[in-house]
């Protein structure tokens, strides 16, 4: 059975106010992934009853799209952009890595990967054409293709992807489960070669309640005996839990007496028979309190997912909102502050135009200014305070000018930060 998948929770109800855009965990190549694969390899969370095949049926793709997981049902230049970009990057390291010659027992054994068919496929006309087109579609943050570009990409992509769709389908479906799964593994395995690499850092990572295997490895982090009986009876541990789990009866020697030698006498066998009640009182005890401590630990880790959801949420509106306001703006509303600050000048008891500071709030995005509340008690604040010559005194007029420096930099450093972002990928590739 695989994983089961996130509540996707969409609008509500006759609510048709559009979402500004889409948080980047609700992306559909990153909510389905899974953090591990099941016992059967899938890297996919799946619905229950739900099988791979299922999962990657267009059909039921299309269903679990809406404007709260999808920017092509949101904001579609921004969707077509993105899904470009990441096709671009796709079918170039196809192309770069898996050209040349095949041989026919090389085609056979990577056949349920789709790569054999995806070589194929890009290698016609047609799959050029593609290539070209999410070249130019991939616009990023300062590409000006023109108008008659985008059109002819735009024919090529949509022609592509639906003129025959079987065969691609079909191929990507196995690349995307074969890439998963590799993805994953890469991954795990990274991460715990980084912590198997230093196992004293690793050991201060570690928090809650330890067995004592685990408690006594913590101890001596570098000692590679401890650390691997106390890997194997944390995992044993689980095993046993999962024969419980099972219904499975446990055998005799899952007891805890299991390493006892067989040549122990009847009288020792007698005297712990004799003690079974006491000890299964006092493994009755251990349990709820076993069961006690993960139930707080479980709701510690729930607040921590909930801060960090919450933070990363707030992360993709701030981007969201920064994203909207194009650089050249910001960078010369930031002069035109610098410029207004000086004409203002320094006298505390001097006046400004109300209008022409209003001017200069209302040239900060709506989406921004929800970013930065103190802008609205700051817009107020000026309201209350204005003359009926239509002027405010200067130490306000300087306050607010400072305020929307200072918002102005930071988006700045924003965009000069991806920027530099942008700039360190294309020289990776």
């Known amino acids: ?54 999962f990657l049926r267009l059909a039921n793709i299309r269903k679990s799209r809406n404007s709260s997981n999808e920017e092509l049902c949101c904001r579609l230049g921004m969707g077509l952009c993105l899904d470009a970009a990441t096709a671009d990057a796709g079918a170039k390291l196809i192309s770069k890595h898996f050209g040349g010659e095949w041989t026919e027992e090389v085609r056979k054994s990577l056949t349920k990967t789709g790569l054999p068919g995806l070589r194929d496929i890009f290698s016609s006309e047609e799959g050029k054409r593609f290539k070209e087109a999410v070249a130019i579609l991939n616009v990023g943050k300062d590409k000006q293709p023109s108008e008659r570009d985008v059109n002819r990409s735009i024919k090529h992509f949509v022609g592509f992807l639906t003129d025959s769709p079987d065969e691609l389908h079909k191929h990507l479906a196995r690349l995307a489960s074969a890439t998963g799964v590799l993805y994953l593994f890469a991954m795990t395995v990274l991460k715990d070669m980084a912590l198997l690499g230093d196992p004293a850092a690793w050991a201060k990572l570690i928090e809650g309640k330890q067995g004592k ?5 913590m101890k001596k982090p570098k000692d590679r005996e401890k650390l691997r009986q106390a890997l194997s009876a944390e995992l044993m541990a689980k095993v046993k839990n999962n024969d419980k789990a099972r219904g499975k009866k446990r055998r005799v020697s899952d007891s805890s007496e299991d390493e006892k030698k067989d040549s122990d006498t009847e009288e020792s066998k007698s005297s712990g028979e004799s003690a079974s009640a006491s000890s299964a009182s006092m493994s009755s005890c251990k349990k709820k309190r076993r069961a006690e401590e993960e139930r707080k630990r479980a709701k510690k880790e729930s607040k921590k997912l909930k801060a960090s959801a919450s933070a990363e949420m707030a992360r993709e509106q701030r981007t969201a909102a920064f994203t909207a306001w194009p650089q050249g703006q910001v960078e010369v509303l930031g002069c035109d502050i610098a410029n207004e600050k000086t004409q203002i000048g320094n006298l505390a008891g001097g006046q400004a135009e109300h209008a022409r500071l209003q001017a200069f709030l209302d040239r900060v995005p709506a989406l921004v200014k929800q970013q930065f509340p103190a802008l609205a008690v700051l817009e107020k604040e000026m309201a209350d305070q204005v003359s009926e010559d239509g002027k405010i005194p200067n130490v306000l007029a300087k306050k607010a000018l400072v305020r929307l420096g200072a918002i102005a930099a930071e988006v700045e450093a924003f965009w000069e930060e991806q920027s530099g972002g942008a700039t360190a990928a294309a020289s990776a590739l």
């Open 213 to 217: 295997d685990v408690a006594a490895w």
């Open 1 to 54: 059975m695989g994983k089961r998948a996130f509540n996707e929770k969409g609008a509500k109800k006759g609510d048709k106010t559009p979402q500004a855009f889409v948080k980047k965990f609700e992306y559909f190549g990153k909510a389905k992934l899974a953090p591990y694969c099941n016992e059967e390899g899938v890297p996919f969370y799946l619905d229950k009853g739900e099988d791979e095949k299922d």
